[in-house]
Nanobody, 125 residues
């Protein structure tokens, strides 16, 4: 069992930065792939970024590549999403997710079996 709690969301002006954190409980965190997804009102959930269990491999959605960075600290059971050069279209609820499975397709939400409650990110123009 893994419980996930996101933090760090808020209101920021376009061009600004935010860092989201996702604190995980449970002994399986260090062996779990982690992902960030987002969902804007009226839109489908979108893949943002993912990282494998060791942090050695990272993956990004095309709309955030080059602006966002995912990282993890297994000693702290925490995964981060550094978001730079934010745009109004980045406004959404951001969800942290964990996958305890192997050989997953990182950009698919069905690859993840645990989800956080979400944190709101609002980027003003």
């Amino acid at each position: 069992q893994v419980q996930l709690v996101e933090s760090g969301g808020g209101l920021v002006q376009a061009g600004g930065s935010l860092r989201l954190s996702c604190a995980a409980s449970g002994r399986t965190f260090s062996s779990s792939a982690m992902g960030w997804f987002r969902q804007a009102p009226g839109k489908e959930r979108e893949f943002v970024a993912a990282i494998n269990w060791s942090g050695g491999s990272t993956y990004y959605g095309s709309s955030v590549k080059g602006r966002f960075t995912i990282s993890r600290d297994n000693a702290k059971n925490t995964v981060y999403l550094q978001m730079n050069s934010l745009k109004p279209e980045d406004t959404a609820v951001y969800y942290c997710a964990a996958s305890t499975w192997s050989n997953i397709i990182y950009y698919l939400s069905r690859s993840y079996d645990y989800w956080g409650q979400g944190t709101q990110v609002t980027v003003s123009s």
